[in-house]
């Protein structure tokens, strides 16, 4: 089993450029996390979804940033524009039938 | 609002010592309460969970409801051990999210 997937594992973007990032779950885990860490905390929930279901998503800047799980299945996050304060690693982690959590090994995002 | 916190930014021990990672919360309802850690370049993995009642790499943890505190142990630290620990608090029913704390880095000196 390959666990979930992101990618890219690293990104390096100007300021005011868009960003988009991937995550691939655990087959069969309904419920999947967008987390966000930044250096020197721990992960802060920015967006949970139940299948393709947006259920918790009070954390997520909707000015600029956006996420999809179209189908129920893969999830894109997309920031547009990025600004410096984004620079973070991005977690997507996903959960079956209080299974636990199974993280992703994280997207580093850096803004220039 | 619900609140994990590490006290200890950093701590570091001797090979074979005891090791205590603090982790207090606050929380209004009966929460959950994980041990996660991260050893470098590995993602983010669950060590314990306190409903479970496991001792797992030789750590243990329990959850104290007048302390509001789950505090991680192991009676003797070996080098493997180094790493980074989070202690997160989930909430609501079914389907969770988590709170974390900020991390403890785990330091053990051959």
């Known amino acids: 089993e390959a666990g979930v997937v992101q990618s890219p594992r690293y990104k390096i973007i100007e300021k005011k450029q868009p960003v988009a990032f991937w995550c691939n779950p655990i087959?069969?885990?309904?419920?999947l996390y967008w987390y966000r860490q930044n250096l020197g905390q721990g992960p802060e929930l920015l967006i949970r979804?139940?299948?393709?279901?947006?259920?918790?998503d009070s954390q997520l800047p909707k000015d600029r940033f956006s996420a999809e799980r179209l189908k129920g299945v893969d999830s894109t996050l997309k920031i547009q524009p990025a600004e410096l304060g984004d620079s973070a690693v991005y977690l997507c982690?996903?959960?079956?039938?209080?299974?636990?959590?199974?993280f992703g090994s994280g997207t580093r995002l850096t803004v220039v | 609002a619900q609140r994990v916190t590490q006290p200890e930014k950093l701590l570091s021990v001797f090979k074979g010592a005891p090791v205590e990672l603090k982790c207090n919360y606050s929380?209004?309802?009966?929460?959950?309460l994980f041990w996660y850690v991260q050893y470098s370049r590995q993602r983010l993995q669950l060590l314990l969970r306190?409903?479970s009642r496991e001792s797992i790499k030789g750590f243990t943890a329990d959850l104290n409801k007048g302390e509001t505190s789950f505090h991680l142990k192991k009676p003797f630290a070996q080098e493997e051990d180094s790493a980074m620990y989070y202690c997160?608090?989930?909430?609501?029913?079914?389907?969770?999210?988590?709170?974390f704390g900020k991390g403890t880095k785990l330091s053990v000196i051959p």
């Open positions: 982690a996903s959960s079956g039938n209080r299974a636990g959590y199974t």
């Open positions: 087959s069969g885990h309904n419920t």
């Open positions: 979804y139940e299948n393709e279901e947006a259920v918790d």
């Open positions: 929380y209004s309802g009966s929460p959950e």
């Open positions: 306190h409903i």
């Open positions: 997160a608090l989930s909430s609501g029913a079914g389907s969770y999210q988590l709170t």
